[in-house]
Nanobody, 123 residues
Framework: QVQLVESGGGSVQPGGSLRLSCAASGRIFSINIMGWYRQAPGEERELVAR???????NYADSVKGRFTISRDNAKNTVYLQMNSLKPEDTAVYYC?????????????????WGQGTQVTVSS
């Protein structure tokens, strides 16, 4: 199986920055898409940014120009650099990945979520 472990959340004032990290571990063969979603209280979970193994990116319109997603394939880790944070960015941020892993002699494709990390932007 595969685990995703997030870190880097916290509290920051408006205009500040945070960097989230998410490391995948397990008997991993390859990781295709890695990304970040967020969910604010009373709201549905929404895509923030995602990055394919080929380098293609997608960003929510609300974060374009402020957030940058990147990954270190050697470390199976994805990052989210968040700048110019706004109060409306406050949410629990979840890492997400499509991972092909070894199960015995087979390769299995799985879709995984991290446990979530809280980001609070407030003065």
């Amino acid at each position: 199986q595969v685990q995703l472990v997030e870190s880097g959340g916290g509290s920051v004032q408006p205009g500040g920055s945070l960097r989230l990290s998410c490391a995948a571990s397990g008997r991993i063969f390859s990781i295709n898409i890695m990304g970040w979603y967020r969910q604010a209280p009373g709201e549905e979970r929404e895509l923030v940014a995602r990055l394919t193994s080929g380098g293609s990116t997608n960003y929510a319109d609300s974060v374009k120009g402020r957030f940058t997603i990147s990954r270190d394939n050697a470390k199976n880790t994805v990052y989210l650099q968040m700048n110019s944070l706004k109060p409306e960015d406050t949410a629990v941020y979840y890492c997400n990945a499509d991972v092909t892993y070894y199960s015995g002699s087979y390769r299995v494709l799985g879709h995984y979520w991290g446990q979530g990390t809280q980001v609070t932007v407030s003065s």
